[in-house]
C-alpha cells in the first residue's frame, strides 16, 4: 500500500455516498479557487472580533500532512480537560511536537486558560462541536450549525480571538451541510487515518502497537485528552513520538 495513500474510512464512506458528486464539488471547488487557498489565520495569531469570519478553505476532508510524505499530523480531540491537558501539552512539549486540538465548545468555555495554554504553544485548534453528537449527520441543518458554529464562538472567545482552523465532526458524522458551513468560515473538514483507539483504555502497549501497525493508513493520528482517564494516552505519547521521530517523520498541521 503507498504510505499515507488511504482516505481513513469515513472518507471512503462518504465519497460513497456522494458517489461523483463529491468529486465533482472537489474538483470544481479546486478549479474555482485555482489552488489552495493562502492561510490567512496562522495559529497564535489574534483575530479581532470584528472580523466576521474567516476566509473559506476546501471543504474536503483533510487527510494529508503540511510536512509532505513524511509528515504526521498528531490530533488530540475532545477536550480541553483540567486534569489531561496539560499532561499531553507537557508531552508534546517534551518532544518538541505541535498537535491539532479539536475541543468540545463548552468545555474551551469553562477552561479559557487551557486554550490559551494550547495556542501559546504553537499548536492548533479544531472545532469539535457543542454537544460531541455523533448522530449529527442524522440531524437537521439549523441543528448542525448550531453545534458547529456555536463551539467556534465559543473556543474563539476562550482563546482571546483565536479562531479553530479546522472542524472535526465527532465520530466522524460528516455532511456535505456541515462540511461546506464549517468550510465557509475559514476551517478545513479534519479527518483522522490512525485511529489509536486509546479511547477504549486497551493498554498503553496497545495503543503504541495501533499506532505503529496502522501508521501506513496515512499521516493523521486520533487521540484523546478527555473522556475519561487519559494515563494511557499521555503513556503511549511518551512512547509513539520518539518512535515517530526515530521512523524519519517530521510533525506538522493538517493541510488547509
Ligand atoms: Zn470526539
Redesign the pocket.
Known sequence: MARHGGRGWYGQVVAAALGVTAVTVAASLWTAQAGPVKERVQAGTPVHHSDPKAAPVSMAIAHASDRGARGVNITI??GPDPVWTPEVLQVLKAYGVKATF?MIGPQAKAHPDLVRAVVAAGHRLCD?TVS?DVTMDTKSEAYQSQQILDAEQMITEASGGVRPLYYRA?GGAFTPYSRKLAASHGMRPLGWNVDSKDFERPGTAAIVTTVKEEMPNGPTILFHDAGGDRSETVAALREVLPWLKEQGYSFGFPVR
Open positions: 480531540d475532545d479539536c469539535h460531541h465527532p
